[in-house]
């Protein structure tokens, strides 16, 4: 049959939307190799890309651009035979075919390959050893591993994130316009507005930017708001039935397309698939092996099983250091029907629940020592699946306990949830579930009082805190007793009771040492050294000393950060405000790293303080407006924390006596108007205080170091590696380097040299 030069692509009839990345690499992987694969989800939109790709490049190609569509083949014998007949060979055997092509400078493009990989990664190899001008450009939900190929992976199009934004924001997005041009095919005059952008967004979110799945869900607009269409979406297997009459059957609805992948898996890759639904948030190798094997999955296997899903663009990897596995919510979404519908869903929540558990656990074992910031950044992966297991605890009859074990636990690593208002919402209705007598609910009962008094709702921290002693005493359980008592003492210190918040926490630690709960004492030992300093009382230096030392001796960078914030505090109280300056900023590049905005409000409070103190009166106002925001961001109001809210008074009051009404007001507005990572940027980049100690004697620079600091110093003067001064004061190989860099920006040193001239200098003649 004859065919024309210019090849059988067919005519797009719908606009293309966005791809300009995909089309330009596409493209330039086609120059650079002979065969390159596309892979991705279904419905990602492989096939148009593909298309687009050849079209683009078809001058390119003398002998033409073919289209094959290998979807219809049920098996691979006819193979060969399908791609002769497009290309127009003759005869339709390969090595007709081979011999046909010989000699073309052509473009074969195989569209979906995924159920004939064997068959097609055969034939193409074939063809390109024989064929020195043929390009092959395919399109499978996996690569194809022929020697040679070259592989782009087809993301889902970008869409909108969580922040509400406008609708010119919205139209940014590639997903946002496809939906706009095809809900507009269906009805002429649907626009994405400002009135309903926020929901065409997170739509699009929903179905995870896949093309074919945001084409379906447009055409309901013909019946159905955009709103009405996310009502809908928990049950988007259903809705999103209505695909063009001219697509292939796989491609009229989004449960035939994912089925089509179900199929292509084997028995046991469904299996994983199903189970691996379970985690929200995607979920890390040691998840998987604790909840998805056994009971038809071998553990020997479970890793050839997750290849293969990742391979078949099932599961997606993340991450280098630190690996993740995820899926497309549609996907997931599927596999948990599935899994519903098998029956053993609730077997496989209770194992997720019973991991989450032992994460639980484990962070509060281990959160206060070198490990913390790891901890932290793990829990935050990690809080779709927490959540995850909480709702199903509070949801599932009988399983109230063990929401309040996970709540409760997370204690000591609050910065887990968005606020204290997210843990205090998940303790709250766990409390109001389990109101049995145990140890359980004596330590939520401390653990949700410390939260809302951390919200700055002191009433509604009151009879939790009488219950937890209560109870406490009633069980004989020492350890919630002694949590009732130091968080008793907490909620003294937040009323400005210092003397009674001195009395209850130094009991607290008592308590805490004597039970050898190190990471509940020095949270006691920091409350109390920030009391000390508040009241001006004689031991606040010797207390912010020994909280500082005590978390450097853990490593614990998130407390160090904290023992800065209070130190800085003292110095200021001394008078001493370039070494504050010096260490509210130490402490807020810490906050920084840990995302930390309660911490960073306190610093930019602090800062605030000192800045005032030092006449930079303005730089001070904005500092104000700036922890304004972060402390409403937060959901937390400063008023409420009564131990703060006499020194921010304090401070704004003399703000305004300094500054006219006017320019107090621009300058806290300023601060206002920044983000936590803006505000936080500003404060660090301020020039350190340009009074206080002007006239220090250059001998005793050193004394802005912390004693940590100094000691560290004196090793680096000493000759000792950054390794060497770690095994030496047994700390974190990062942990002194972290250090030693501290040391020589304080003393605005650029190599270590200059610090053992430094301390040469410090040394008595002859030493």
């Known amino acids: 049959m004859a065919r024309s030069r210019a090849g059988n692509l067919p005519l797009e009839l719908t606009s293309f939307v966005g791809r300009r990345n995909e089309i330009a690499e596409g493209k330039r992987l086609l120059t650079t190799g002979r065969f390159l694969t596309l892979t991705g989800v279904g419905g990602v939109g492989k096939t148009r890309l593909a298309r687009r790709i050849a079209a683009e490049m078809a001058r390119e190609f003398g002998d033409g651009v073919w289209l094959v569509d290998l979807a219809p083949l049920v098996a691979g014998a006819l193979l060969t035979e399908t791609v002769a007949d497009a290309v127009g060979c003759p005869r339709q055997d390969p090595a007709s075919l081979a011999e046909y092509l010989h000699d073309k400078r052509l473009l074969l493009v195989l569209d979906n390959c995924e159920h004939l990989l064997p068959q097609v990664a055969a034939l193409a190899g074939d063809l390109l050893a024989m064929a020195p001008e043929l390009r092959v450009l395919a399109t499978s939900r996996q690569a194809l591993h022929v020697p040679g190929e070259l592989v782009l992976e087809v993301p889902p199009l970008n869409v909108p994130g969580a922040v509400e934004i406008s609708m010119d924001g919205a139209l940014e997005n590639e997903a946002v316009r496809l939906f706009e041009d095809r809900a507009a095919s269906a009805v002429h005059e649907f626009r994405v507005t400002d009135a309903n952008s926020a929901a065409v967004a997170r739509l699009c979110r929903r179905l995870d930017g896949i093309p074919l799945a945001i084409e379906l869900a447009a055409v309901r607009v013909l019946v159905l708001s955009v709103e009405q269409i996310l009502e809908r979406l928990d049950d988007r297997f259903r809705l999103l039935t209505t695909g063009p009459t001219t697509a292939p059957p796989r491609q009229k609805t989004l449960r035939a397309l994912v089925d089509w992948s179900y199929d292509l898996c084997s028995e046991e890759e469904r299996t994983l698939w199903e189970r691996l639904s379970v985690f929200s948030g995607g979920c890390g190798l040691d998840a998987i092996e604790h909840v998805c094997s056994e009971d038809g999955i071998a553990p020997e296997s479970l890793m050839d099983l997750l290849t293969q899903l990742v391979d078949k663009s099932i599961v997606q990897r993340r991450g280098q250091a630190d690996v993740r596995f995820e899926m497309l919510d549609t996907l997931r979404q599927y596999g948990w029907k599935r899994l519903v519908a098998s029956g053993q869903d609730l077997a496989l929540r209770l194992r997720h629940r019973d991991w989450c558990r032992r994460l639980a656990a484990r962070s509060e074992d281990e959160w206060f020592g070198e490990h913390q910031m790891d901890w932290l950044g793990r829990l935050s992966q990690e809080q779709g699946n927490v959540r995850s297991a909480l709702e199903f605890c509070l949801g599932e009859p009988g399983e109230a306990w063990a929401a309040l074990e996970i709540a409760a636990a997370m204690w ?181 790293r840990c995302n930390d905005h309660l911490g960073l409000a306190q610093c930019l409070e602090g800062l605030a303080w000192i800045l005032a103190d030092d006449e930079q009166y303005e730089q001070s106002a904005q500092m104000l407006g700036a922890a304004h925001m972060v402390w409403k961001s937060i959901g937390t109001s400063l008023p409420g924390l009564g131990h703060l809210a006499g020194a921010h008074d304090r401070c704004e009051s003399g703000l305004r006596r300094h500054l006219t009404e006017r320019a107090f007001k621009a300058a806290f507005d300023r601060g206002a108007e920044l983000t936590p990572g803006q505000a936080a940027a500003y404060a660090l980049d301020e020039k350190p205080a340009r009074r206080a100690e002007s006239a220090q004697p250059e001998s005793d620079a050193t004394s802005i170091l912390t004693r940590r600091e100094r000691e560290i110093a004196e090793l680096v003067a000493k000759g000792l590696s950054n390794k060497q001064i770690a095994e030496a004061l047994v700390i974190a190989q990062r942990t002194a380097e972290c250090h030693v860099e501290n040391v020589l920006r304080k003393l605005n040193f650029s190599s270590r040299s200059q610090i053992v001239k430094a301390w040469e200098s410090r040394r008595p003649d002859g030493e």
């Not at 003397?499 to 109390?528: I, K, N, P």
């Not at 009241?535 to 909280?547: I, Q």
Request: overall charge negative.
């Open 412 to 592: 000591s690593h609050r910065l887990s949830w968005s606020s204290p208002s997210e843990g205090h919402h998940w303790l709250e209705r766990a409390l109001a579930q389990e109101s049995g007598p145990s140890a359980g609910r004596a330590k939520a009962l401390w653990v949700d009082a410390w939260l809302v008094l951390l919200r700055g709702d002191p009433q509604a921290a009151k009879p939790l805190l009488e219950e937890c002693q209560a109870l406490s005493e009633r069980l004989g359980d020492e350890a919630q007793l002694a949590g009732a008592l130091h968080i008793t003492g907490f909620a003294a210190l937040l009323a400005g009771d210092f003397s009674r918040a001195m009395e209850l926490l130094d009991e607290a630690l008592t308590r805490r040492r004597a039970l050898g709960h190190r990471g509940h004492a020095w949270v006691a030992l920091f409350q109390l050294a920030m009391t000390a300093v508040l009241m001006d009382h004689p031991r606040s230096t010797a207390l912010c000393e020994e909280v500082l030392e005590a978390a450097e001796r853990a490593n614990a960078e998130w407390s160090i950060s904290y023992a800065l914030w209070v130190a800085a505090l003292d110095r200021r109280r001394q008078g001493a405000l370039r070494e504050a300056v010096t260490m509210m900023r130490d402490a807020m590049r810490l906050k920084v």
